[in-house]
């Protein structure tokens, strides 16, 4: 039976407290795994702090080395993996069988990853300001004739990472390049790419000191997040609710990401086809950027009417098929909770699901027992109405009209929106709109992310600081 330690400051810990990972279709036991408790993870973080001072004697070109090394183990290799080995192969198989992600989306994450580590030189570089390397090393220099200075706010960083989307692994791993320790907590379904790419640093040459993995509850996880200096957080709005005043953490919750149609292109709404229906059903439609409203001034039906005809068109399929495109839930009472909340909004009144005259069977479907929700959209008459800014974890969006100058006005945190427009004044009321975290001008889809940008903030700041520092000849 395949069982999966702890990772302490990069050593193996078996713990008597131990959780099972199934499949989700079978209730086989795929693995056992450790489970760490709060105390333990808090007396590992307070007295592996001088790790960070190890790892300064390493320039960022000797890190981002080892990234590259760690890309290229990570996503081809057979490397160790808990107290056995595992090939890429047997990776994908077990996050899809315990996640119910389709085998593909497994590997096209694992592809995302693996680009952000081979190319984490220019990312940084980006979200620096194209820093010379040399600065943020010492910690002050002198460029253009300017001097600068950075204050290293974290020893460690702590992640609180989900089970249902490998992808935001890629948010973190900068940190090792910049020459700080994480501290993980992976989500209990979804152990695998976080100790698989610790794993691969570690063979890559990475000091295994600053790796640290811990599967935990709830409580180990709050930990993390008040023991490391800085932090990242992942879940619904519940689970983020408690952090999101607190300047040590990047929060990373529900999206509510938008299509804005402006007056100017309306009148050709059916150019856009292919921008909503990629915005909206992109890896599953499982992600914070993907379009959860589409706002419009005019042809709000017409726009419903076949977007939803285009939509039910993705339907389930068995994980191991080449060209699914659907995730399965892991636990179908989540499914079950997510259809009863959207009859629920059903019934009140001034909301139409368009997409259920057009599919095929119930929104709640069973697929070689996995179990699937099939792509929803829903008409409503107007923002107020309940399920006009509702996300959920599969291909689920609303289409509202209403009139363009009422969109800013009513907009409230949205983490992507698209705005469709060829219009100067408003492309400059949008880009001034303090509600909308990234904003793209012309028909992008939402889901299309530049890494060389920020993401729900930008790493490097949250993990150095700019002061004012002066030095005598």
Excluded at 280 to 303: F, Q
Aim: charged share 25%; glycine share 6%.
């Amino acid at each position: 039976m395949l069982h999966i330690p702890l990772l302490r400051n990069g050593k193996q810990y078996t713990s008597l407290n131990q959780s099972e990972i199934t499949d989700h279709r079978t209730g086989e036991v795929l693995a056992t795994m450790s489970l760490a408790n709060p105390g333990l993870i808090t007396k590992d973080i307070r007295e592996n702090k001088k790790v960070w001072h190890d790892l300064q004697k390493l320039s960022l070109d000797e890190t981002l080395e080892m990234c590259k090394k760690a890309a290229g183990l990570f996503l081809n290799a057979e490397i160790p993996f808990a107290n056995t080995t595992q090939t890429p192969e047997q990776f994908v198989k077990y996050q899809s069988a315990s996640t119910g992600m389709p085998e593909n989306m497994c590997r096209a994450n694992m592809d995302k990853v693996h680009w952000v580590l081979t190319n984490l030189r220019d990312i940084i570089k980006s979200l620096s300001g194209r820093v010379d390397f040399s600065i943020i090393e010492s910690g002050y220099g002198v460029q253009d004739g300017i001097p600068i200075s950075f204050l290293p706010m974290a020893r460690q960083l702590g992640a609180v990472l989900p089970s249902n989307s490998p992808g935001v692994h890629s948010l973190w791993v900068p940190s090792l390049a910049l020459r700080v320790p994480v501290v993980l907590k992976p989500g209990s379904r979804e152990p695998w790419t976080p100790f698989r790419l610790l794993h691969a640093f570690m063979e890559a040459g990475y000091p295994s000191e600053a790796l640290s993995c811990y599967p935990t509850d709830y409580a180990g996880g709050n930990n993390i997040m008040l023991y490391c200096e800085r932090a990242m957080i992942f879940g619904d709005d519940s689970t983020v609710r408690l952090w999101e005043n607190d300047r040590r953490v990047e929060v990373h919750g529900t999206g509510f990401s938008k299509v804005l149609l402006g007056e100017d292109i309306v009148e050709n709404w059916q150019e856009y086809m292919d921008v909503l229906f990629t915005s909206v059903m992109a890896n599953g439609g499982r992600s914070c950027i993907n379009t959860s409203a589409i706002w419009t001034p005019k042809y709000g039906r017409e726009i419903a009417d076949a977007l939803a005809k285009r939509m039910v068109e993705t339907r389930p399929l068995p994980l191991t098929h080449p060209q699914a495109e659907l995730s399965a839930f892991s636990d179908k009472r989540m499914a079950e909770y997510m259809d009863h909340a959207i009859e629920v909004g059903l019934d009140t009144e001034g909301a139409e699901d368009v997409t259920a005259k057009y599919r095929q069977g119930e929104r709640v479907e069973v697929c070689e027992k996995s179990t699937f929700l099939q792509p929803t959209l829903i008409h409503v008459n107007g923002y107020e109405h309940p399920l006009a800014n509702r996300e959920f974890m599969f291909p689920f969006t609303s289409v509202v009209e209403m009139p363009q100058e009422e969109m800013l006005k009513t907009i409230e945190k949205s983490l992507v929106v698209t705005a469709i427009t060829n219009d100067p004044d408003w492309q400059r009321e949008l880009s001034c709109c303090p509600h909308i975290d990234r904003l793209n001008i012309g028909p992008i889809p939402t889901c299309k992310v530049d890494w060389l940008q920020p993401h729900e903030g930008n790493l490097f700041e949250f993990l150095f600081q700019r002061r004012s520092f002066q030095k005598t000849p």
